[in-house]
């Protein structure tokens, strides 16, 4: 018999911290529907519970997160799933921008906005790659503590599209600098993301998930309601400030770029898959 497969999310709880952890490493946890979903099942979990009073967002391996899952076994875009952040219908049995637009305002989107309401702290380990997809999960969380290593990069400009989905840039750092980050695709490192305000701790590699947990079990010694309560008070400042409607705006910007390559180039992807990305980072230097 085949051995089961490994769970793609891994949810455990320590004392007054939930730690949940992307487990694909050999893909550089990269998002498909299956860990969306499972993502979504254990940030309900450590909701639920009581005893949590903190959580932890890490990645297992090497990264973060490579973004979402454009060209592993694993993809699974096609398929259909409950759906849970909207009332849009199912994606998988429509065509074109219908189904993408179906299927993003679901997975990507839609689940980014309710993990962001998530009432309790969530605190992002960020060690390797935070890339794209990777990006969004991390700006969804309160805190960002990276390892010297890490590095932060939206290169879907690539590809004709104007950032991804969950599109925080100009309130995750300066304006002038998003569009620098997006004109170019580059990579920035943890150094750098730390001195614009985007991440709050830079630490040791061997050192990022004691500080981490440190920093966790310190928030976690506060009233659990007033850390609802200071959280959605500042949610609700960045809100005000135009960041639910700017996604809003930027969205349809995103689809119209899906649609645009879609007519014009080999995908909606603008020809830039798994390969096509490397080629041209290795062509960089």
């Known amino acids: 018999m085949p051995e089961p497969e490994a769970p793609v999310v891994l949810y455990e709880r320590r004392g007054p911290v939930a730690y949940v952890t992307m487990n694909r490493p050999r893909y550089r946890n990269a998002q498909n529907s299956a860990m969306t979903y499972a993502l979504d099942d254990a940030f309900y979990r450590a909701a ?6 903190a959580v932890v967002l ?54 980014c906005r309710r993990w962001r309401e998530l009432p309790k702290p969530v605190i992002a380990s960020v060690q390797g790659a935070c890339v794209a997809g990777g990006l969004m999960l991390a700006w969804v969380c309160d805190l960002i503590v990276a390892s010297e290593d890490a590095f932060f990069a939206d290169p879907v400009v690539r590809m004709g599209i104007p950032g991804v989905e969950y599109f925080a840039h100009p309130w995750a750092m300066p304006p002038r600098i998003a569009k620098e980050f997006l004109y170019t695709g580059d990579r920035m490192p943890a150094r ?27 928030i976690a010694q506060m009233p659990a309601f007033g850390l609802a309560l200071t959280k959605r008070a500042v949610n609700q400042a960045e809100d005000l400030q135009g960041l639910h409607a700017g996604m809003d705006s930027v969205f349809g910007l995103h689809h119209l770029a899906h649609a645009h390559n879609a007519e014009t180039a080999a995908d909606p992807l603008g020809g830039m898959d798994v390969a096509a990305m490397k080629a041209m980072k290795e062509a960089k230097g």
């Open 48 to 53: 639920d519970d009581p005893g949590v009073k």
């Open 58 to 111: 890490a990645g297992a391996g090497g990264h973060f997160s490579a973004g979402h899952d454009i060209g592993t076994p694993g993809r699974d875009a096609h398929l259909p799933f409950e759906r849970r952040a909207g009332l849009w219908w199912d994606h998988s049995g429509r065509a074109g921008a219908e189904s993408r637009f179906a299927r993003e305002s679901e997975v990507y989107l839609g689940m």
């Open 192 to 218: 750098r993301a730390y001195e614009i305000g985007m991440v709050n701790r830079v630490v040791e590699r061997s050192g990022l998930a004691a500080a981490t947990e440190l920093l966790a079990l310190r």
